[in-house]
C-alpha cells in the first residue's frame, strides 16, 4: 500500500513530531487536534524546518476525513482512557471499510482489543502499536511495535519501516507484533522494563554523588566510559552500551546558562507521570505481573519508588516524624575505582533483571491469549530507537533466542543468561551490602539482587509460610519427597496443625 497522505489526531509533542518526520518522508499529514495552541506550535516548526507545504489542519473529524484519500489512514496520539473511545465514536459515521487506523498512543492493550472490535464489523482496520523512544525518537525514528491483524499489518509494513528507527545493521525497528493488543502489550512491558533500568541506573548514581561524594563531571566521565569502551576486570567483559546511560552522561554535564550551575541542582526530587496518570504504562505492567503471577520485583520496585518520590509533602512530614534521625551516610572504600566496577557489573545485572523480568510476563500473556509472539522480534525493534536499547543484552538475548527457539518460561533456566548473572552477582551483593550500610536508596538494585537469590534457590524459608498458611486456613501443602510439583494447591493437610485453633481468618 503506497501511502501518501494520513491524519495524525492528537498534535502534542509525539504525535507533533511524528507529523514533522512523515513529512520529512515526502507524506502528506493532515491534522486534528481541538487545542488550537498545539497546531499552531506544530505549524511554526514545520515552517522553522522547511515542512509547512506538507501539513495542514482541519477543525472537525468530518472534513479531516474528507481531505484523505481512500482508503483512509489514520494515526493516533491521544491520551489513554476514553479519549481514544471518543475518538473512534466520532470518527465512525466517516469511515468506510478498508480504511486504518494506527493507534501510536500508550494505551492499554484491552481499550484496544475492544476498539478492535468496534472497528472490526465496519471492515476498518485497528492497529494498536507502541512507538518507543520519547518526543526525539519521534521526529527521527522510533522503535514500533504494531499488533493487530496481520494482514493489515503488512499493509502498512512498507510505511512503517521507512519511518522506524534503524539498528546499527540499518535493519527497520518495527514488525508485527502479534494479534489483537499484541503491540501495545509489548510497549507496555517495555515501559516496565525501563522503569526498572531507571531506578538502578539513578540509585547508582545517588550511591555515586550521596556515599562517594563524585562530582557531575566525574560521574559524567564514568557513565560515558561504561557506554561507549569495553571494560575487563577478572575476565568478565559487560559493555552496557546503553542508551539511559549515554543521556546520563549528557545530563550530568548539563548546565543552566543563564547562571552556569548544573541543571540536576535544581530538578526536584519527584517522579510525578505515574500518580498524575499521564503515564499509565508502569501501573498497568505492575497489574499484569500480578494477575498473571510472575515476579518482577525490580521492576515493582523501581515503581514504588517513583510513588514515594511523588509525594513530596507526605516525606517531609515522615522526615520530621522521624526527626531526620536516618539519612544517607558515606561508604568507604579502599580501592574506589574497584568499586566503582562493582556498581557498574551491579547496574549492569539489574538492567538485565529487568529483561529477564518483563520478557517473562510477555511469556505468560503470550500463553494466555496464545499470540504467538516472536521474542527474537521483540529484541530486534528494541535495538534502535527506544529508551531500554542496550546492545549488550540485545545481542546476548538474540544469541539465546535463536540457540533456544521454543523456551518457555522465565530466562534464568538458560545457561547463558544466568551464568551472565553469576558474573555480576559479586558486585551486586557487595553494593547492596555497603549501600544498605550506608541507609542509601537502592529499591531496584536489593530488589534485583534478592530476586536472583530467591529465583534459583531449592530450599527457601517459604516451607515455614506454607505450613502457617495450613495452620489457620486449612490451604493444603505438598511434601518434599513428593517432587516439585506444579504452582497448585498441594494434596497434603495435616490434622494436627488445622485442627489446634480455633482461628477462623
Known amino acids: ?93 466517516f469511515l468506510k471499510s478498508g480504511d486504518f487506523i494506527f493507534d501510536a498512543s500508550n494505551e492499554h492493550y484491552a481499550s484496544t482489543e475492544r476498539r478492535q472490535k468496534i472497528c472490526e464489523p465496519l471492515g ?68 516496565g522494563i525501563e522503569q526498572g533500568m531507571m531506578s538502578a541506573l539513578c540509585e547508582t548514581w545517588g550511591i555515586m554523588t550521596q556515599c562517594l561524594g563524585m562530582k557531575y563531571e566525574e560521574i559524567a566521565e564514568i557513565f560515558e566510559e561504561w557506554d561507549t569502551k569495553e571494560t575487563i576486570l577478572a575476565h568478565v567483559d559487560l559493555k552496557i552500551k546503553n542508551f539511559l546511560v549515554s543521556i546520563g552522561s549528557d545530563i550530568c554535564r548539563t548546565k543552566d546558562p543563564k547562571n552556569n550551575s548544573y541543571v540536576l541542582d535544581e530538578v526536584k526530587d519527584k517522579v510525578v507521570q505515574d500518580v ?99 521474542f527474537s522480534s521483540i529484541i530486534s525493534i528494541w535495538r534502535g530507537g527506544c529508551i531500554i536499547q542496550s546492545d549488550h543484552i540485545s545481542d546476548l538475548l538474540s544469541k539465546v533466542y535463536e ?37 542509601a536508596h537502592i529499591p531496584s538494585l536489593s530488589a534485583s539482587w534478592s530476586y536472583f537469590r530467591y529465583s534459583g534457590d531449592v530450599n527457601l524459608p517459604t516451607q515455614f509460610m506454607e505450613a502457617e498458611l495450613d495452620y489457620f486456613g486449612n490451604h493444603m501443602f505438598d511434601l518434599k519427597g513428593a517432587g516439585a510439583g506444579k504452582p497448585v494447591t498441594g494434596r497434603y493437610a495435616s490434622l494436627s496443625l488445622s485442627n489446634c485453633t480455633d482461628s477462623t481468618v
Not at 13 to 42: C, H, Q, R, W
Not at 287 to 299: A, F
Not at 410 to 439: F, M, Q, R, S, W
Open 124 to 191: 476498518v482496520n485497528f492497529i494498536g502499536s507502541g512507538v518507543s523512544g520519547g518526543y526525539q525518537s519521534a521526529r527521527h525514528g522510533p522503535s514500533m511495535s504494531p499488533g493487530g491483524n496481520k494482514e493489515a499489518v503488512e499493509k502498512m509494513l512498507p510505511f512503517l519501516r521507512k519511518a522506524a528507527a534503524k539498528d546499527a545493521q540499518g535493519r527497520p525497528c518495527v514488525a508485527w507484533m502479534g494479534e489483537g493488543g499484541a503491540g501495545h502489550y509489548v510497549k507496555m512491558v517495555h515501559n
Open 403 to 439: 540457540h533456544h527457539k521454543h523456551i518457555r518460561g522465565n530466562l534464568l533456566t538458560v545457561h547463558e543468561v544466568g551464568h551472565e548473572l553469576l558474573k555480576c552477582y559479586p558486585a551486586l551483593k557487595n553494593v547492596v551490602l555497603k549501600a544498605i550500610e550506608a541507609d
Open 276 to 374: 498524575d496518570e499521564t503515564e499509565g504504562t508502569g501501573t498497568w505492567t505492575i497489574e499484569e505481573g500480578s494477575r498473571l503471577h510472575v515476579s518482577i520485583p525490580t521492576i515493582t520496585a523501581a515503581h514504588m519508588f517513583r510513588l514515594s518520590s511523588a509525594d513530596a509533602d507526605q516525606r517531609i512530614h515522615v522526615h520530621k516524624s522521624l526527626e531526620g534521625h536516618i539519612k544517607v551516610g558515606k561508604i568507604e572504600v579502599t580501592d574506589k575505582k574497584a568499586f566503582i566496577e562493582d556498581l557498574r557489573k551491579a547496574t549492569y545485572a539489574a538492567f538485565l533483571m529487568s529483561f529477564v523480568q518483563g520478557l517473562d510476563l510477555l511469556e505468560h500473556i503470550n500463553q494466555e491469549k496464545k499470540w504467538n509472539l516472536d
Open 1 to 93: 500500500m503506497d501511502i501518501k497522505k494520513i491524519a495524525m489526531v492528537g498534535a502534542g509533542s509525539m504525535g507533533g513530531m511524528m507529523s514533522l518526520l512523515f513529512a520529512e518522508l515526502g507524506t502528506e499529514v493532515v491534522l486534528y487536534d481541538p487545542s488550537e495552541e498545539n497546531i499552531k506550535a506544530l505549524m511554526k516548526k514545520a515552517k522553522d524546518t522547511g515542512l509547512e507545504h506538507q501539513l495542514s489542519s482541519e477543525k472537525d473529524y468530518e472534513s479531516l476525513c474528507k481531505a484523505l484519500p481512500s482508503p483512509k489512514v489514520f494515526f493516533f496520539s491521544l491520551p489513554h482512557g476514553s479519549v481514544g473511545d471518543k475518538t473512534v465514536e466520532s470518527l465512525k459515521p
